[in-house]
């Protein structure tokens, strides 16, 4: 879309059309709807209308309901936080003393927002004026404060008393880009700015070795998922590595971790630490949290006699072992009567699609199957998840 179509989007016909496309979402066709739409509007228009509504849509399960009153582009909106991890950095940045942040590539605004939300002195600069633009009207439609300006990063002076918050762009025109140093603005500023007063999101798989000294590497789960790592620069930093749960929130840091764990057998339950905990390299805090042990000094499986609850694990009831090898195993579960097998699988080199293929179970029951290693050598396990605290 262009910036100038976007600005005529805002102004009253624009606004009226909007709410006729999104009033008639669902009751007519794509076609018959633009087709009536062009009759009294610029086709361009239409377009960007209908456009809109489609990405608010389409933005609903990363962004809420508040997705319904903003304004996207489709790669903007590819880029931008979720707002559950968003409004826990905005969280976290005025519990560690921030009150004012400058935001360097604020994209739509997805964090700008989550800023402003939580209280904070909110300032934008972004080097696309179609997406600044955006991100100035969204924080207007929500009823947020804050400017937003077009600028490049590279020009904007740290101020004294703001945080700067980075969030770079780590995708070309052919896709993602994992090395640091095809990122923009690129690894260089970021991690002069991490020198101070500054929080840089970054991609969950960054090696531990990037990460300056005196800065701290957070690792962020979201419903599960593995979302991001939030370096807070040496300013705002508490912990060297930390593993933060969403949506409970839950943390643990190096603090939490004795750093080592007994290696032992199988017991009564297996637990499966959250992928955040084990980026940030706190499988052996798992062990702590639960009087348990690994199963293998390199694999993260944690084993304990007794059930803990914890939001740092997903944690099974080991029901039984069944044989290791391939024709064994199949006797074993044709036996149980399974049919639906979930294969789970950590330090073993097999594909659970080619092995359940082979195993061509034809039973009624499903059951929940480990393969690990344990003291070097191969073992399969009959589990069944402990619903989640
Ligand atoms: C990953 S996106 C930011 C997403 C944002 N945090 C959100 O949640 O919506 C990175 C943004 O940085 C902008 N950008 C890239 N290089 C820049 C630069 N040198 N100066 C300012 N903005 C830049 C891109 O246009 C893009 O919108």
Redesign the pocket.
Same mark, same amino acid.
């Given at each position: 879309m262009e910036l100038e179509t976007f600005e005529r989007l805002l102004a009253p016909i624009g606004q009226a059309l909007l709410a006729d496309v999104a009033a008639s979402a669902g009751n007519e066709s794509d076609l018959a709807l633009g087709t009536r739409l062009r009759r009294t509007h610029d086709p361009a228009l239409v377009a960007a209308a209908v456009t809109q509504v489609h990405l608010r849509g389409k933005a609903r399960t990363k962004l809420g309901a508040a997705a319904a009153l903003m304004y996207f582009t489709h790669d +903007?909106l590819e880029? *931008?936080?979720r707002a559950s991890v968003?409004d826990h950095r905005a969280h976290q940045l005025l519990a560690r003393g921030a009150a004012a942040v400058t !935001?360097? =590539?604020? =994209?739509?605004? =997805? @964090?700008?927002i989550a800023f402003s939300r939580a209280g904070v002195d909110t300032y934008g600069? #972004?080097? !696309?004026p179609l $997406?600044a633009a955006m991100a100035m009207a969204n924080l207007r439609a929500l009823g947020l404060a804050g400017s937003v300006e077009v =600028? $490049? *990063? #590279?020009d904007t002076a740290p101020v004294p008393g703001r945080t700067t918050f980075v @969030? %770079? +762009? $780590?995708r070309d025109g052919r896709g993602r880009v994992f090395q640091v140093g095809g990122w $923009? %603005?690129d690894w260089g500023m970021v991690t002069a700015l991490l020198d101070g007063d500054a929080v840089a999101?970054t991609m969950p798989g960054i090696a531990h070795a990037l990460v300056p000294p005196g800065v701290e590497a957070e690792w962020v789960s979201d419903g599960g998922d593995l979302v991001e790592a939030c370096l807070w620069g040496r300013l705002l930093a508490s912990a060297r590595r930390r593993a933060t749960v969403l949506p409970a929130g839950a943390t643990l840091t190096e603090a939490d971790d004795p750093g080592d764990a007994a290696v032992g057998s199988v017991g009564a339950y297996l637990y499966e630490p959250d992928d955040a905990v084990i980026r940030a390299g706190l499988v052996t805090a798992v062990c702590a949290l639960t009087g348990g042990r690994l199963l293998d000094r390199h694999i993260a499986y944690v084993s304990a006699d007794v059930l803990v609850r914890t939001p740092f694990a997903r944690a099974f009831a080991v029901v039984d072992e069944v044989p290791y090898r391939e024709k064994a195993l199949r006797g074993a579960l044709r036996a149980r009567d399974v049919g639906t097998l979930t294969i789970k699988k950590r330090g073993i080199q097999v594909s659970p699609e080619q092995l359940r293929g082979r195993l061509a179970l034809r039973g009624s029951r499903p059951a929940t199957q480990v393969l690990t290693r344990v003291d070097g050598a191969g073992r399969a396990f009959l589990v069944e998840p402990v619903p989640r605290p």
């Open positions: +903007a880029q *931008a936080t968003s !935001d360097l =590539g604020c =994209g739509i605004g =997805g @964090d700008l600069v #972004e080097l !696309d $997406r =600028g $490049r *990063a #590279e @969030d %770079p +762009a $780590r $923009r %603005p999101k």
